[in-house]
């Protein structure tokens, strides 16, 4: 993790809390295999980040009527994304964070 932040910070769940460095809750806690925890653990990456997007394009073409052309739907999905690092497209976090409130004008 690049200029992370390694402060510690509280998760408070319905049953369970979990304290860890900051930087942690930018992944995603999915299913891993071959941990020594079980079956889940924290990741980062297109593999995490490319069902998020689909996701969010089948909300984008749901709202639209299901019509959309490719280029409508990217527009979209950039314009409306939540820019992390340095301003544009960085090297770290790419175009930013997907942000499905604001491709739906819910935010």
């Not at 990217?74 to 770290?92: A, R």
């Amino acid at each position: 993790m690049i200029d992370g932040n390694f402060s510690n910070c509280q998760l408070d769940g319905t049953y369970l809390s979990l304290g860890r460095p900051c930087y942690v809750f930018d992944m995603v806690f999915s299913t891993v295999r071959g941990t020594s925890n079980g079956s889940y653990g924290w990741a980062q990456g297109t593999s995490m980040a490319a069902p998020a997007v689909a996701g969010v394009v089948a909300l984008i073409m749901e709202s639209n009527g299901g019509a959309m052309k490719p280029g409508q739907v990217k527009t979209t999905l950039f314009s409306s994304s939540t820019d992390l690092g340095k301003p544009g497209n960085d090297e770290y976090y790419g175009a930013g964070y997907v942000n499905a409130a604001k491709a739906l004008g819910l935010e």
